[in-house]
């Protein structure tokens, strides 16, 4: 009966860490816990700028979601320009408004754009438009606009300036998306766990017969031990993580 409840230390290693790989693995999938950010920097050359002051010098561009999960919009800035404010507005297609926010660029400025915390469901392969307009205080913006034409940039629309359509221009903008992991992705990160999870598994087997390391005799509740401190770890990273969205 004693015999039963302890277990060598490097078999108790063993099973924490296929424990721990495998409980990794189910996060992955099918639980789809993990998440990645899709969507690159827009690279499109300025062909020109407008300024975001007053009642009337507002800006309005619609766009087509690639994703479901729309988490930031960034936004191009005119380089050596004050920071300064504005305020952002999402709506859908039926002009419902979605979320809004006053913006700093001081604060929200990020290699060159303002990014914008947008962390809302859309529904994919939909049209939405965003409004820019001042803020209270007064403070102006100055954004860059790209020409369409030449580009091609077709998952951009229609772009509205002083309440006028601004033909084959529009903000220099890009779309982050936040989703689960990629399938491609997450058979490629299951396969390496698996190769780890029996490499390792060989590793400490030879080290602990060839060099006699880990093999005294613990209780079976010292693999639980080992595990406490990781899976408090990934619990936490996965909740961080998906609190985000």
């Known amino acids: 009966y004693l015999m039963k409840r302890v277990i060598t230390k490097s078999e108790s290693v063993r099973t924490a860490l296929r424990i721990l790989l495998l409980a990794i693995i189910i996060m992955i999938w099918p639980l789809r816990l993990f998440h990645e950010d899709i969507g690159g920097q827009n690279t499109a050359s300025a062909a020109g700028d407008i300024i975001i002051s007053g009642e009337d010098n507002n800006a309005a561009q619609s766009f087509v979601t690639g994703y479901a999960h729309l988490q930031y919009i960034d936004i191009r800035l005119t380089p050596d320009q004050p920071a300064g404010k504005f305020h952002f507005m999402l709506f859908d297609a039926e002009n419902k408004l979605i979320c809004e926010q006053d913006v700093d660029t001081s ?69 982050i998306y936040r989703e689960p992991l990629r399938k491609g992705r997450s058979a490629l990160i299951i396969l390496a766990l698996l190769v780890i999870m029996v490499v390792s598994d060989m590793i400490i087997s030879k080290l602990s017969k060839k060099y006699d390391i880990g093999n005294s005799l613990v209780p079976d509740t010292w693999t639980y031990q080992i595990l406490c401190n990781p899976f408090i770890i990934l619990l936490a990273t996965t909740y961080i993580n998906n609190d985000q969205i």
């Open 107 to 175: 604060e929200n400025e990020r290699n060159g754009n303002c990014r914008i915390c947008i962390n809302r469901d859309l529904e994919p392969d939909t049209a939405y438009v965003y409004l820019i307009k001042s803020t209270d205080d007064g403070s102006s913006v100055s954004l860059q606009i790209e020409d369409t034409a030449a580009k091609g940039n077709v998952s951009q629309g229609v772009m509205t300036y002083q309440n006028s359509s601004m033909e084959n221009r529009s903000l220099i903008a890009s779309y």
